[in-house]
């Protein structure tokens, strides 16, 4: 790496680490409520390892205002939604689910599962749509070397998840030893990386279970494995709107929410009318 190249990427410290919380086999590392601030659309992350025999009961719960993505890269989850489409995400696969205006569902693992949960706070015009979801197996998901595309485009490979406009989500795999350098589109002022596997240095050392985010600029980001190593990393222009939450919503109004939030309550009715879930 050049002298120039390198002084480029010193200008693009961490500007907060963290572990997260444990809880049983899933860390959240990031919340609406904490970090989520910071790094938005992106504000809910979770590292998780959950075995078939002791998984936690998810059950049926809903979401509105978010789109939801796990990227799962070892084991089997089953899965189905309010809407209809059910199914079993295997090894390596990815799921989407846009919320929008509101949806529920549920899922569970079918042996040891392991990967990430990202939620994206949606824009306006996409906060209370109708939602929409979007399943990958692994042989759909493109890849730029290293990185698998997830949402977005990086290089010659453009995800087929219809995604809101400047949000890249990266699925990366490094060597012992290997350097990579990720050059940002020129408006993603929000970079953020989570390991799963491995320690790696940007240049500061980033270890297996831990959560990084920098200083917001569209400046490049220097990666080198020390050991093998894998890792999510997402970029994106800044979600210009202060975050209204709810149990499971995040909306950029008031108004938004209580939509959200009625179009929940309205298909949890229909659950418990079906027998499939009872309200607390």
């Not at 079993?88 to 949806?103: D, K, Q, Y």
């Not at 453009?158 to 030893?177: C, F, H, T």
């Amino acid at each position: 790496m050049s002298a120039v190249l390198r002084a480029h990427v010193a200008k693009r410290p961490i500007a907060l680490r963290s572990r997260g919380q444990r809880h049983g086999p899933i860390t959240r590392l990031v919340s609406p409520s904490d970090i989520g601030g910071f790094i938005k659309p992106f504000v809910f992350l979770d590292l998780f390892d959950i075995s078939a025999s002791n998984a936690p009961n998810f059950g049926w719960h809903p979401h509105s205002g978010i789109a939801t993505l796990t990227v799962l890269h070892e084991g089997a989850i089953e899965y189905q939604e309010t809407t209809g489409v059910k199914g079993i995400l295997s090894p390596g696969g990815v799921e989407w689910m846009r919320a929008g205006g509101g949806v529920w569902h549920t899922g569970a693992a079918l042996e040891q599962a392991k990967g990430f949960q990202l939620w994206i706070a949606l824009p306006e015009e996409f906060e209370n749509s109708p939602s929409q979801s979007h399943y990958l197996s692994v042989d759909q998901v493109p890849a730029e070397q290293p990185a698998r595309v997830i949402l977005g485009s990086h290089g010659r490979a453009k995800s087929p998840i219809l995604s809101p406009e400047r949000i890249n989500y990266l699925d990366v795999q490094l060597a012992a030893g290997e350097r990579w350098t990720y050059h940002p589109p020129l408006d993603h002022e929000v970079a953020w990386l989570a390991v799963s596997e491995g320690t790696i240095c940007t240049p500061e050392p980033v270890s297996a279970g831990e959560f990084v985010a920098f200083e917001e600029s569209n400046s490049a980001l220097s990666i080198q494995a020390d050991r093998a190593s894998r890792f999510v990393l997402g970029s994106a222009a800044k979600h210009p709107h202060k975050l209204v939450l709810g149990h499971y919503s995040v909306h950029t109004t008031h108004a938004a929410l209580v939509a959200g939030e009625s179009q929940i309550q309205r298909i949890g009715n229909q659950l418990v009318a079906a027998g499939l879930l009872r309200w607390h």
